[in-house]
């Protein structure tokens, strides 16, 4: 079902997006145009297909899951304008 300029005003009305009204042919095109090739991909037999995170099948590397505060405050509170110890300072927002 292709999109028509009503529907691409409501579209640009719920993303809140200001759309010119001349624009709205050129923009239902394109959308129409996307629409097209999301379902050409609809149609690609995918069944016999392995799901997959990488294109080189190889084991994540995995370490301890080990809890430490890191060790290097001075490190991270080094470029603060005004620490207090090893915390971050910063100015009161609310009274």
Known sequence: MPLSKDDVQKIAFLARIRV???????IAGELNGIIGWVEQLAEVETGDVEPMTS??????????????????????????PDPIGPFYAVPKVVE
Not at 20 to 26: G, I, K, T, V
Not at 55 to 79: E, H, Q, S
């Open 20 to 26: 010119p009204e001349e624009r709205l042919d050129a």
């Open 55 to 80: 294109v080189v099948a190889m084991p994540a590397p995995l370490r301890d899951d080990v809890v430490t505060d890191g060790a290097i405050a001075d490190k991270v509170t080094a470029n603060a």
